[in-house]
Each structure stands twice: as structure tokens, then as C-alpha cells.
């Protein structure tokens, strides 16, 4: 490879003295200009990025830079300011009386974020990611309530709760008629056929639906209503559209008389802040069954 340095005849430049193949040789010709002051120019900026920005490890961290810049430093500064945005949001949510937060696009946008973020965290364990329910936790989509489908309705149950021992929690129970013996195994058979054919009239056995129309209109009517139509102050649910919390087969109907079964939930405003529970509320009304 190594040969003698020599100026070429051709172009009058010397080489490199590199030779290939015996006979290529590689002319010594400098850099071009433009190249040469591109470079000079990486290296200043690269010098000047060194004193401005953390740029050297050093053994115990790295050289801060005059800019005193940090990623870290920068989330920080990112986060600070997002709380603050929220803190504003938070607090116009709280000024804001619950019916009035829908007119308000921004914050009935920022209601349904954090709302749904919350019942994420604290709610889907029991009702279901999406709502949905299972047997004997509500299904939230749908407009059949127990408790009452308003705003304020809503948010009084998810703040105080069901059947908890909270002073302002949704309280009444259903009487546990077979447990505590105020109907006989008979008569509770026939009430559950009675109730069940007020959904379904021919899935039942009709003589026994007909025996227990006036154990009905003795025992229940006085909290699920006359014609079963349910009672939202007394929670007593509708026992006439189909839709069950427990289920709709002769022994789950017959399971609920027996037991009465006192589905309770935690109240919310021993945990969560007011805001949140309010957020919750405008969250679940705007699920689809909200009234
Ligand atoms: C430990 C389980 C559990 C958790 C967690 C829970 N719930 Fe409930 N929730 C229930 C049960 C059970 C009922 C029905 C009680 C009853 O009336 O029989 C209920 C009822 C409700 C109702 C009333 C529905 C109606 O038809 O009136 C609302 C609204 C509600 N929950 C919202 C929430 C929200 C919001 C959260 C989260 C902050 C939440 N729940 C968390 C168990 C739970
Ligand atoms: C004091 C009021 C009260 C009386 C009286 C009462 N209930 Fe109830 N009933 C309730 C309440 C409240 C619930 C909801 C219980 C729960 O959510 O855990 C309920 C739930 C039920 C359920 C379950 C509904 C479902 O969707 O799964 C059935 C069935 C039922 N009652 C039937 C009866 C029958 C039949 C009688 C009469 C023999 C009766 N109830 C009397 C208050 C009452």
C-alpha cells in the first residue's frame, strides 16, 4: 500500500503516496472551504452547548450548565403549572351549583374527565369499568335508579352512601321476611311468583302469582308501590320493568324476600374531597341514564 509521495503529472497535485493495486493512487487535495467552516462551526456551538446546558458527567453528577437547565426541572415547572389550571378549574366547580355545571362547557368538560378518572380509581371495582354493573351492584348506564337519577340525587348517594351506619346515608332497609320468620316458606314462594309475573306474566306459575297478590298488597306494596312500580325515598326498587339487582329467577326473587339482602355502599365524602364526589355525580348523570 505504502508507496513514495509524488506530484501527479495529470493534475499537478501531489498523493498521498497511497497505492492500490499497484497503480491507483490517491490524490492529497484539501477539504473543501464550505466543509471546513461547517465543522469550525459544530465545534463552536458544541463548546458553547457545554457552558450553557448539563452536558459533563463528574463523578458525584454533572456540570449544571450557565442555563441551569433540567428535564427534570422542566416536568416539575410542567406539573406546578397543570395543578394550577386545575386548582382553577377545581375551584369554579365548587362555586358552581351542581344543575349549572353542564351549561358550562369547560368545566362540564373537566367535571367529566376528573369524574371519570375517579370512578376509575374508586368505583369500577364494584360497578364495573364502563358502569355496566353485575349482580348486586347497579348497573349506572341505564335510567332505572334506586335511589333517584337527578344531580343532586346522585351526588347525595355517592357522598353519604347506602345502608353504612352514616348518619345521612340512603338507610331503609327491605325486612329479611323468611330470616326473621314474618312469612312462611309458602307465602314467600307465592310473593315471588307474584312479583316476577309482574315482568313476565307467563314465566310464572300463574295460580301461585294469584295467591300471593294479596301478600303483596299487605307486605310490600306499603315501599315497591301498588303496582310494584318501586319507591326512589325508600330505595325499594322496581319490581315491574324487567331489570333486576339480584336477579329475576324464582330462587333469586325468593332469595331477596327472604334475606332482604342490604346492599351497601361506602359513603364517598369520608374519602374523596367535595369536588371530586361532585365530579363523580356529573360523571355517572351523564352516563345515559341521568334525569
Ligand atoms: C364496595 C362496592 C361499591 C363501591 C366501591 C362503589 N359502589 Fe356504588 N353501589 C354499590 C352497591 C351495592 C349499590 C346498591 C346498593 C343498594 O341500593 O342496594 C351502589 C349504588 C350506587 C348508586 C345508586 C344507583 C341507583 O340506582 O340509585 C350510585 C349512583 C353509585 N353506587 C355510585 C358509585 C360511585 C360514583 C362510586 C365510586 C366513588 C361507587 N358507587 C363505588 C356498591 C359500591
Ligand atoms: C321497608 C320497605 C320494603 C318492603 C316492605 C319490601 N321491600 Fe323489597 N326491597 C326494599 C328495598 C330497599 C330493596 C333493595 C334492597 C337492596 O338493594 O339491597 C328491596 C328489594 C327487593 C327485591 C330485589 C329486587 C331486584 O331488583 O333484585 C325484591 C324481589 C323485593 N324487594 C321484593 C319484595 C317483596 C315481595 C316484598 C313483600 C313481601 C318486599 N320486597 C317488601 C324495600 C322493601
Not at 493512487?25 to 473543501?32: A, F, M, S
Not at 464550505?34 to 459533563?56: D, E, Q, S
Not at 352514616?166 to 330470616?179: K, S, V, Y
Amino acid at each position: 500500500m505504502a508507496g513514495h509521495k509524488r506530484i501527479d503529472e495529470v493534475t499537478g497535485v501531489e498523493t498521498t503516496g497511497h497505492v492500490w493495486d499497484g497503480d491507483l493512487q490517491e490524490l492529497n487535495k484539501p477539504l473543501p472551504r464550505w466543509w471546513l467552516y461547517v465543522f469550525y462551526a459544530c465545534v463552536v456551538w458544541a463548546i458553547g452547548y457545554w457552558m450553557v446546558y448539563p452536558a459533563w458527567p463528574t463523578l458525584s453528577g454533572y456540570t449544571q450548565g450557565y442555563l441551569g437547565y433540567s428535564q427534570r426541572g422542566q416536568l416539575a415547572k410542567d406539573v406546578a403549572a397543570a395543578k394550577a389550571a386545575q386548582e382553577t378549574f377545581r375551584q369554579a366547580i365548587a362555586a358552581t351549583p351542581i344543575t349549572d355545571v353542564q351549561g358550562k362547557e369547560d368545566l362540564f368538560q373537566f367535571a367529566l374527565a376528573g369524574g371519570a378518572a375517579a370512578f376509575g380509581d374508586n368505583c369500577s371495582g364494584c360497578h364495573g369499568r364502563g358502569a355496566q354493573g353485575a349482580v348486586g351492584y347497579p348497573n349506572l348506564n341505564d335510567d332505572d335508579w334506586i335511589w333517584g337519577g337527578s344531580l343532586e340525587q346522585i351526588e347525595h348517594t355517592i357522598a353519604y352512601g347506602i345502608r353504612n351506619g352514616n348518619e345521612q346515608a340512603r338507610n331503609t332497609p327491605m325486612p329479611r321476611f323468611g330470616l326473621d320468620g314474618v312469612l312462611e316458606p309458602a307465602a314467600i314462594a307465592d310473593a315471588a311468583n307474584y312479583v316476577r309475573a309482574l315482568s313476565d306474566p307467563d314465566g310464572v306459575d300463574k295460580a301461585a302469582a294469584e295467591r300471593g297478590k294479596a301478600t303483596f298488597a299487605e307486605q310490600c306494596a306499603a315501599c315497591h308501590g301498588e303496582n310494584g312500580q318501586g319507591n326512589l325515598e325508600l330505595g325499594a326498587p322496581n319490581l315491574s320493568d324487567g331489570i333486576w339487582l339480584y336477579g329475576g329467577s324464582q330462587e333469586a326473587v325468593t332469595q331477596s324476600i327472604v334475606t332482604g339482602r342490604g346492599g351497601a355502599m361506602p359513603p364517598w365524602l369520608t374519602r374523596l374531597d367535595p369536588v371530586t364526589v361532585k365530579m363523580l355525580a356529573v360523571y355517572v348523570h351523564s352516563l345515559g341514564g341521568g334525569k
